[in-house]
């Protein structure tokens, strides 16, 4: 609502054609046109107009947008980055600037863009900005940006937490199992039901889609898709026309869909902040899921993390993988565990985190929608 009055206070003054009123800076192209949908169904009554810039989509029918103004930008930082310097769009006018998922695009590498994008912005202006974990990088680029700040915390910002509304299963299996069991898990389910299906890789994400394929309406999700391609997977999915979606985490956070009963981590993430926001796909807006998990020897450094996620929602921890956290199963987890004055701090990332890049717009973990993460919001107005 306060975005959408100063758009029409602005639009009093300044014609929507000098450049927008609001900017919404988004990690990926899917993320920034799921809220260009809402942004569409929210200025629909009011006349608000909204566009959205993305990599990966021809230019020219962007930039015809932004020519016949827009009160509304949401933007990916590469794809406005480019424009911006191409000299099609001003930003002086912008004084309501949202910066959504912020870890999420500096752990994509997006700060040097970003930063180049608000010194076009007046100083003068509200800036909200969203995260869901405050490393070290995350509250340098807050301080770096945001004057006098109110700091607003969702959750438990202490520890990383799973959806109890999530019935987990882990599976401690070997690799030769994997194949027989998804399809146990699959046939459990009422037919049409939407799941999702994680791999580490895009190669054994193409391979699996292809043998579910015999037997199930599934389809493959990452980077080396087409912009084409992933669109209409998605659409399929979404539609239930085609139920079963594997995917690399690409599809972790921030696609907002529907009804997805269950997630399958076919290869366990990179870490249990990963396995926290795949899961986070299931169990969502009050509605309840399942999530199976199969884990291996080669993920018993995750075994004591995974082990307190287990705990912390309530769920039943299988003996061996007890057994590997006894054994000394500790710190593979990208990010160090928090402490109460330095959540996921400072710089402890361990093993690094993969991403799919898409035209220059990596598309890596996703967040929004409502994961099951905690998250937190900074907002100012100077």
Not at 102 to 121: N, Y
Not at 161 to 178: D, Y
Not at 334 to 343: G, I, K, L, N, V
Request: aromatic residues 6%; glycine residues 8%; hydrophobic residues 30%.
């Amino acid at each position: 609502m306060p975005m959408g009055a100063k758009c029409q206070q602005k639009r009093l003054q300044h014609n929507s054609r000098e450049g927008p009123t609001v900017l919404v800076l988004s990690p990926t192209r899917e993320l920034a046109t799921q809220i260009q949908d809402e942004a569409i169904k929210f200025g629909r009554s009011s006349r608000i107009s909204s566009t959205c810039l993305y990599g990966g989509a021809p230019k020219g029918p962007q930039l015809r947008e932004l020519e016949r103004g827009a009160d509304i930008v949401v933007a990916t930082p590469g794809r406005l980055n480019d424009i911006l310097e191409m000299n099609r769009v001003s930003l002086h006018q912008v004084s309501y600037l949202v910066l959504d998922e912020a870890d999420r695009m500096l752990d994509m590498g997006f700060e040097p863009q970003i930063r180049k994008i608000v010194k076009q912005i007046p100083p003068k202006r509200q800036t909200l900005m969203y995260t869901a974990t405050w490393p070290r990088e995350v509250r340098k680029i807050a301080s770096d940006l945001l004057a006098n700040p109110v700091q607003v915390n969702i959750g438990n910002t202490d520890q990383l937490v799973a959806n109890k509304s999530i019935t987990q299963h882990v599976e401690v299996i070997p690799h030769m199992e994997k194949s027989r069991r998804l399809d146990q898990i699959l046939r459990s389910q009422d037919p049409g039901s939407k799941s999702i299906i994680f791999c580490s890789t895009k190669r054994m994400c193409d391979q699996l889609a292809r043998n579910l394929s015999r037997q199930y309406r599934a389809s493959a999700i990452h980077g080396d898709k087409s912009q084409a391609e992933r669109d209409s997977v998605l659409n399929d999915f979404r539609s239930g026309r085609c139920p079963v979606l594997v995917a690399t985490d690409v599809a972790a956070r921030g696609l907002d869909i529907k009804d997805i009963r269950v997630v399958v981590n076919y290869d366990f993430p990179t870490g249990v902040e990963d396995y926290v926001h795949r899961i986070g796909r299931t169990g969502r807006a009050g509605a309840t899921g399942s999530a199976y998990t199969f884990f291996g020897d080669q993920d018993s450094k995750y075994a004591s993390d995974l082990v307190k996620i287990l705990e912390g929602a309530n769920q039943s921890v299988p003996p061996q993988l007890k057994e590997m956290a006894l054994r000394g199963g500790y710190g593979g987890r990208s990010r160090r565990w928090a402490s109460s004055d330095d959540s996921y701090g400072g710089q402890g990332y361990g093993a690094k985190r993969s991403t799919d890049s898409f035209n220059n717009n990596n598309f890596g973990n996703q967040a929004g929608g409502g994961s099951s993460f905690h998250s937190r919001c900074v907002s100012v107005s100077v």
